[in-house]
T-cell receptor, first 109, second 114 residues
Framework: KQEVTQIPAALSVPEGENLVLNCSFT??????LQWFRQDPGKGLTSLLL???SQREQTSGRLNASLDKSSGRSTLYIAASQPGDSATYLC????????WGAGTKLIIKP | DAGITQSPRHKVTETGTPVTLRCHQT?????MYWYRQDPGHGLRLIHY???????DKGEVSDGYSVSRSKTEDFLLTLESATSSQTSVYFC?????????????FGSGTRLTVV
């Protein structure tokens, strides 16, 4: 069964810290890997999409990497801010999206 | 979210009653999806559509049906609501339907079955 796992389920850090969110997947025949942000009461917003032929993608303070051999993706957030507080979900993207359960991130001012 | 709206945003219904959720898009995208989100789980696909009158089942389709008579509307029906269907339901649209490209999500419908 194709599964996507995110650890930790929740994370609370002081403002300004650099942090890493983890995503692991069991299906080595991965296509693309996508990171989303979810704010309470709102829909999901795509942050970064890493195609299977790529190793990483960057957008501002966010950097996502993909290591197919180990079945892992990481989302690195630099210089965290309170506005980064949200739930972050990763999804394996092929013909459908297979989702992790998310990491709820709280950045303390 | 721009281009996609879900209605209603909140609904409380009684066990055994039928419920229909609506997803409306203005982007003319071919693919539309219904997901449910529960604590401790990621989003799980209920049904999806790849064109007018073309639909298929997802991972958790039991107890749900869908219809798409127009490009812009995708309806999710719970024929006889049960407490296990209490959840947050998200609609999504995609132009390509593969690879995760260009997904846009609605703001969700919180459904409570009592």
């Amino acid at each position: 069964k194709q599964e996507v796992t995110q650890i930790p389920a929740a994370l609370s850090v002081p403002e300004g810290e650099n942090l890493v969110l983890n995503c692991s997947f069991t299906d080595s025949a991965i296509y693309n890997l996508q990171w989303f942000r979810q704010d309470p009461g709102k829909g999901l917003t795509s942050l970064l999409l890493i195609q299977s032929s790529q190793r990483e993608q960057t957008s501002g303070r966010l950097n996502a990497s993909l290591d197919k051999s180990s079945g892992r993706s990481t989302l690195y957030i630099a210089a965290s801010q309170p506005g980064d507080s949200a739930t972050y979900l990763c999804a394996r993207a092929s013909y459908q999206l297979i989702w992790g359960a998310g990491t709820k991130l709280i950045i303390k001012p | 979210d721009a281009g996609i709206t879900q209605s209603p945003r909140h609904k409380v219904t009684e066990t055994g009653t039928p419920v229909t959720l609506r997803c409306h898009q203005t982007e003319n995208h071919r693919y539309m999806y219904w997901y449910r989100q529960d604590p401790g789980h990621g989003l799980r696909l209920i049904h999806y559509s790849y064109g007018v009158k073309d639909t298929d089942k997802g991972e958790v389709s039991d107890g749900y049906s869908v219809s798409r008579s127009k490009t812009e509307d995708f309806l999710l029906t719970l024929e006889s609501a049960t407490s296990s269907q209490t959840s947050v339901y998200f609609c999504a649209i995609s132009e390509s339907g593969a690879g995760g490209f260009g997904y846009t999500f609605g703001s969700g419908t919180r459904l409570t079955v009592v």
